[in-house]
């Protein structure tokens, strides 16, 4: 009788633990921006690396939860860390904008760039029903001669809907404007070095 209680109780805990706790989701940024402009098909760029605030550097998305206050959303998580998000998504990005298949995040043995691109992201915000922000300095090296051109981009971008997927698609909307204003500081270079 009391092996039977103690299987009965058993799968009780087993079944309450399964069945009330939310499933994590996990979201990732998309490269959305369109091409623009004369393809640079032989120009080759390395995106990184890329920084990111402390306060966002963790799997968890942290949301805002009003003035001066965040929350950490245990239950909705990048898939990857965030600053290699980043990397690989402006990559992406640069290498429709650019019209090149040479682009390529973070450093890559046997790769030999005509640009390197470092961002540092002050601010990146996710409002849930509201909007986004990502605010990103970016430097571009041209690797031959040395000379740089650095800019900032602002980014806010309204979110579609007041769920997480509709910040993710924001953030990635925003992350191509930053990409543009890369695309744009990289085919000055190109045009200055003729």
Known sequence: MTRHLAWGLAIAVV????????MSRFYTLDAVAPADGAAMAN??????????PTAVDRPQLVLQAGP??????????????LAESIATTVAGNLSV????????????????????????VQRFESTPGTDVLVDAVWIVHTTAGGATRTGRTVAREATSGAGIDAVAAAHSRAVARVSTDIAVAIRAAAARSR
Not at 43 to 52: N, Q, R
Not at 72 to 81: H, I, Q, S
């Open 15 to 22: 079944a309450s633990g399964c069945g009330g706790s939310p």
């Open 43 to 52: 120009t080759s760029i390395v995106v990184g690396p890329v920084t990111v």
């Open 68 to 81: 001066n206050r965040v929350a950490v959303d245990e239950f909705n998580r990048w898939a990857g860390p």
């Open 97 to 120: 904008l650019l019209g090149t298949p040479r682009v390529v995040a973070g450093p890559i043995p046997g790769f030999d760039p005509a640009y390197r691109v470092t961002i540092d």
